[in-house]
């Protein structure tokens, strides 16, 4: 193997470059992205870089470690077509880059409703750097900002929003919130977390249009009885789509996602995929897909390992997700797909521990500001609930139990 071409320079695009020098790759490598500037961390841009607007602290590594390890990055370039036979990624620019393995790093885009108005100024959304800037000097004119969307990225707008005293009104069509990633414990904690902070929110409702002022810019926000929510920002923050044009135009498998298998490979041996865009098989044989930073970290170096030692360990770490609003830390071990049975464990101090079961074994923990029982968890992921009860449902104990018994 001498050329190894990544499209897509986010994080897990970066990582795979990385981890296949640290796994003595000495061929060419090639990152094609269609962003502006070196790869940089996408989760601050809804936090942090919302306060400081800082974007050199976002950069992953500087533009003299690319030089040094001999990584090219060919960035405001979109990749459109993939020549399977020929191995070659070609650009927009008609340019054909051949490959003797392709990794697709393609992430996804957000989902943009069918709503009257979204072409307005003052209509937000954030995916990139460029999105978050354009929001942060909206922001600091605005006086009530108008959410569509109760995920992630809507509450961790939402809560920093409020700190710097924009009044703020979430908007959620179905009944609870980050219905997709937390059970419905953490959805209600969380709903009680963001009303304290002085934030509407408003479930069960469907957006129907954008409201406009004489000028042409956004004015607040129609929801489907009629009733209309007044705001001079409106972010429109109701989730995402993989990227998997490139890859279903060259005729590789895809469904919610490139299919890959357990190796992050495609039906296509030349060919693999990570991160936001890849579906592989999860803890019940059915393709997950999940958005995560650390997802894809870990995709890139699985990735890496395989291509460098031929190994065919199936990738199976333990994926784990974290969302900061305002001060409170959400840290999520493992997946409550298809859980069927929750405790609660409250805590003396504290927001409570929710522990969320598959089939009798641990499937997932939702924490608050609790880092250290968050990493116990981590070692409990598909432990048995009897190994839970043994110690009274003390996490740390229990994971140290469970470690001990791995050693012998």
């Given at each position: 193997?001498?050329?190894?071409?990544?499209?897509?320079?986010?994080?897990?695009?970066?990582?795979?470059?990385?981890?296949?020098?640290?796994?003595?790759?000495?061929?060419?490598?090639?990152?094609?992205?269609?962003?502006?500037?070196?790869?940089?961390?996408?989760?601050?841009?809804?936090?942090?870089?919302?306060?400081?607007?800082?974007?050199?602290?976002?950069?992953?590594?500087?533009?003299?470690?690319?030089?040094?390890?001999?990584?090219t990055l060919l960035g405001r370039t979109r990749a459109t077509r993939i020549d399977r036979a020929a191995q070659e990624v070609e650009t927009e620019d008609k340019t054909r880059?051949?490959?003797?393995?392709?990794?697709?790093?393609?992430?996804?885009h957000n989902f943009r409703p069918p709503l009257p108005g979204l072409e307005a100024a003052g209509v937000m959304e954030l995916r990139t750097l460029a999105d978050a800037e354009?929001?942060?000097?909206?922001?600091?004119?605005?006086?009530?900002?108008?959410?569509?969307?109760?995920?992630?990225?809507?509450?961790?707008?939402?809560?920093?929003?409020?700190?710097?005293?924009?009044?703020?009104?979430?908007?959620?069509?179905?009944?609870?919130?980050?219905?997709?990633?937390?059970?419905?414990?953490?959805?209600?904690?969380?709903?009680?977390?963001?009303?304290?902070?002085?934030?509407?929110?408003?479930?069960?409702?469907?957006?129907?249009?954008?409201?406009?002022?004489?000028?042409?810019?956004?004015?607040?926000?129609?929801?489907?009885?009629?009733?209309?929510?007044?705001?001079?920002?409106?972010?429109?923050?109701?989730?995402?789509?993989?990227?998997?044009?490139?890859?279903?135009?060259?005729?590789?498998?895809?469904?919610?996602?490139?299919?890959?298998?357990?190796?992050?490979?495609?039906?296509?041996?030349?060919?693999?995929?990570?991160?936001?865009?890849?579906?592989?098989?999860?803890?019940?044989?059915?393709?997950?897909?999940?958005?995560?930073?650390?997802?894809?970290?870990?995709?890139?170096?699985?990735?890496?390992?395989?291509?460098?030692?031929?190994?065919?360990?199936?990738?199976s770490a333990v994926p784990w997700f974290w969302s900061d609003q305002g001060p409170y830390k959400l840290q999520i071990a493992g997946l409550a797909t298809d859980a069927d049975?929750?405790?609660?464990?409250?805590?003396?101090?504290?927001?409570?521990?929710?522990?969320?079961?598959?089939?009798?074994?641990?499937?997932?923990?939702?924490?608050?500001?609790?880092?250290?029982?968050?990493?116990?968890?981590?070692?409990?992921?598909?432990?048995?609930?009897?190994?839970?009860?043994?110690?009274?449902?003390?996490?740390?104990?229990?994971?140290?139990?469970?470690?001990?018994?791995?050693?012998?």
């Amino acid at each position: 193997m001498q050329r190894v071409v990544i499209v897509g320079t986010g994080q897990g695009g970066q990582q795979a470059a990385v981890s296949l020098r640290q796994e003595g790759f000495a061929g060419e490598i090639l990152m094609i992205g269609d962003e502006a500037g070196l790869p940089y961390q996408r989760p601050p841009l809804s936090k942090a870089y919302m306060a400081s607007g800082d974007a050199d602290a976002l950069l992953l590594k500087p533009a003299a470690f690319y030089e040094r390890l001999l990584i090219t990055l060919l960035g405001r370039t979109r990749a459109t077509r993939i020549d399977r036979a020929a191995q070659e990624v070609e650009t927009e620019d008609k340019t054909r880059h051949g490959y003797d393995h392709l990794i697709l790093a393609t992430g996804a885009h957000n989902f943009r409703p069918p709503l009257p108005g979204l072409e307005a100024a003052g209509v937000m959304e954030l995916r990139t750097l460029a999105d978050a800037e354009r929001i942060r000097q909206r922001l600091g004119r605005s006086r009530h900002a108008v959410v569509v969307g109760g995920g992630f990225i809507g509450l961790e707008f939402a809560a920093m929003a409020r700190a710097a005293n924009v009044a703020v009104t979430v908007i959620e069509a179905g009944p609870r919130l980050m219905a997709r990633a937390v059970s419905p414990r953490m959805s209600d904690l969380f709903l009680t977390l963001h009303r304290a902070m002085g934030t509407a929110v408003l479930l069960d409702t469907m957006a129907a249009a954008v409201m406009t002022d004489a000028s042409g810019a956004a004015a607040g926000v129609i929801v489907a009885d009629g009733s209309e929510i007044a705001g001079d920002l409106v972010l429109i923050a109701t989730g995402v789509r993989p990227n998997v044009e490139l890859a279903a135009e060259a005729g590789l498998a895809c469904r919610n996602g490139i299919l890959v298998d357990g190796s992050l490979q495609t039906d296509d041996p030349a060919i693999s995929a990570l991160g936001d865009v890849a579906a592989f098989p999860g803890p019940s044989g059915h393709p997950v897909r999940l958005e995560s930073v650390q997802a894809a970290v870990d995709h890139a170096r699985h990735i890496a390992r395989r291509l460098m030692t031929s190994t065919t360990t199936p990738y199976s770490a333990v994926p784990w997700f974290w969302s900061d609003q305002g001060p409170y830390k959400l840290q999520i071990a493992g997946l409550a797909t298809d859980a069927d049975d929750c405790i609660l464990l409250p805590q003396a101090s504290g927001e409570p521990v929710v522990l969320l079961f598959r089939e009798g074994r641990l499937a997932a923990v939702e924490t608050i500001n609790a880092p250290g029982l968050h990493m116990a968890a981590r070692h409990l992921i598909a432990a048995p609930a009897s190994v839970l009860e043994a110690h009274d449902y003390d996490l740390r104990q229990a994971a140290k139990a469970v470690r001990a018994e791995a050693i012998h």
